[in-house]
Each structure stands twice: as C-alpha cells, then as structure tokens.
C-alpha cells in the first residue's frame, strides 16, 4: 500500500542509529553504540 508498518519504521530506525557497523551513516552522526 505504499506505507510503512510501525514495525519497519522501527527496524529501519534501529538499523539506522544503532547498527554495529562503522560505515552505517547513523554511526557518522551519533556514533556506534
């Protein structure tokens, strides 16, 4: 239907920010955690 479940969102977030790889774009804003 073209819409993202809360659950993607969630993973897709999550991915993002807390991915363990350090060439994660995320990781270059935030750091890994």
Do not use: I, K
């Amino acid at each position: 239907d073209g819409f993202l479940s809360r659950e993607d969102v969630t993973q897709a977030m999550d991915d993002f920010f807390y991915s363990q790889d350090p060439q994660s774009p995320g990781n270059g804003m935030f750091g890994p955690y």
